[in-house]
């Protein structure tokens, strides 16, 4: 059974960083994808980027692609968000969820959130 965790949350100052991690556990095959959404207080939640982990695909929301990166370490099963030049609209709880077709498409398992909250 794959379990994801997600970790590196909490509270940053505007235009500072913050650094996400997602780890995953149970999986049994290699082309799977990870993806990061967010759901901001009082909105729907919204795709950030994704991850293939077998070939490094990576797919971000336009929106965010100059300050927001994705990467992954296959040796710690774990997907990272860097966070950059963060605003209050980046407030949010942040969620990992992986895709086992590796496409970044249909999650199958979602992990419980991490809350990033941006402000003086």
């Known amino acids: 059974q794959v379990q994801l965790v997600e970790s590196g949350g909490g509270l940053v100052q505007p235009g500072g960083s913050l650094r996400l991690s997602c780890v995953a556990s149970?999986?049994?095959?290699?082309?799977?994808?990870i993806g990061w959404f967010r759901q901001p207080p009082g909105r729907v939640r919204e795709g950030v980027s994704c991850i293939n982990m077998k070939d490094g695909t990576t797919n971000t929301a336009d929106s965010l692609k100059d300050r927001f990166i994705i990467s992954k370490d296959n040796t710690k099963n774990t997907v990272y968000l860097q966070m950059n030049r963060m605003t209050p609209e980046d407030t949010a709880v942040y969620h990992c969820?992986?895709?086992?077709?590796?496409?970044?498409?249909?999650?199958?398992?979602w992990g419980q959130g991490t809350k990033v909250t941006v402000s003086s």
């Open positions: 969820a992986a895709d086992y077709d590796g496409r970044c498409q249909g999650y199958d398992t």
């Open positions: 149970g999986v049994t095959f290699d082309n799977y994808a």
